[in-house]
């Protein structure tokens, strides 16, 4: 089992950017898929992105179109979630989660059945 705990999180204006952060502790990182997925207030928890297990492939939802970019740093078993241009709609819980299985492809992070450990949640607030 892995602990995952997101950083980073906080309140900004419309326009600005943000940097998540995700520490993994517990079990080896660097041979599983990762994401980010959110839950704004009132509704269900979304895909936002993935990064597959070496950072070659990543995958994201049609709404990102650019403005959120992931990376990962297996030797500080970390994932990162650089979300630029922030809209007062990216206001959310985000959750980092990693896969239930090795070398789970990015795109198979977007399906919840795959992921195996979640975070606790860090709140992005978006004013505009």
């Known amino acids: 089992q892995v602990q995952l705990v997101e950083s980073g999180g906080g309140s900004v204006q419309a326009g600005d950017s943000l940097k998540l952060s995700c520490a993994a502790s517990?079990?080896?990182?660097?041979?599983?898929?990762m994401g980010w997925f959110r839950q704004a207030p009132g509704k269900g928890r979304d895909f936002v992105t993935a990064i597959s297990w070496d950072g070659s492939n990543t995958y994201s939802a049609d709404w990102v179109k650019g403005r959120f970019i992931v990376s990962r740093d297996n030797a500080k078993s970390t994932v990162y979630l650089q979300m630029n241009s922030l809209k007062p709609e990216d206001t959310a819980i985000y959750y980092c989660?990693?896969?239930?299985?090795?070398?789970?492809?990015?795109?198979?992070?977007?399906?919840?059945?795959?992921?195996?450990?979640w975070g606790q949640g860090t709140q992005v607030t978006v004013s505009s």
């Open positions: 517990g079990r080896t990182f660097g041979d599983h898929a």
């Open positions: 989660a990693a896969a239930k299985k090795t070398f789970t492809t990015a795109q198979r992070m977007a399906l919840s059945n795959d992921v195996g450990s």
